[in-house]
């Protein structure tokens, strides 16, 4: 069955950085497009980032923008979130996405996800 394992998270200073990794498995990972979301305390899930089957095309948050990188690995079924200068307001649980169909573009919408992982918190301390 698909399965998507987040890591990488932890406790950060402000200012610092972190990647996030997301191992997929059960399905074909390099003709699917993968998303990044994050839900905070109190807060809806909300996007983050997106990458297109082919790690061609990126799609970021306003706020993620200038500080947060994807990127994806199709040798290996894996997907990045590099974040720098992090924020205390970026503390949240991460969750990695595949998409539903295939040879799809990067998406926004959770609508557009039918696959998800268990989230790995990332906590940024001020």
């Known amino acids: 069955q698909v399965q998507l394992v987040e890591s990488g998270g932890g406790l950060v200073q402000a200012g610092g950085s972190l990647r996030l990794s997301c191992t997929a498995s059960?399905?074909?990972?390099?003709?699917?497009?993968m998303g990044w979301f994050r839900q905070q305390p109190r807060k809806e899930r909300e996007f983050v980032s997106a990458i297109n089957w082919s790690g061609q095309r990126t799609l970021y948050q306003d706020s993620a923008k200038g500080r947060f990188t994807i990127s994806r690995d199709n040798a290996k079924n894996m997907v990045y979130l590099k974040m720098n200068s992090l924020k205390p307001e970026d503390t949240a649980v991460y969750y990695c996405a595949a998409q539903n169909g295939i040879f799809q573009e990067e998406s926004s919408s959770d609508n557009s996800y039918g696959y998800w992982g268990q989230g790995t918190q990332v906590t940024v301390s001020s």
């Open positions: 059960g399905f074909v990972f390099s003709i699917n497009a």
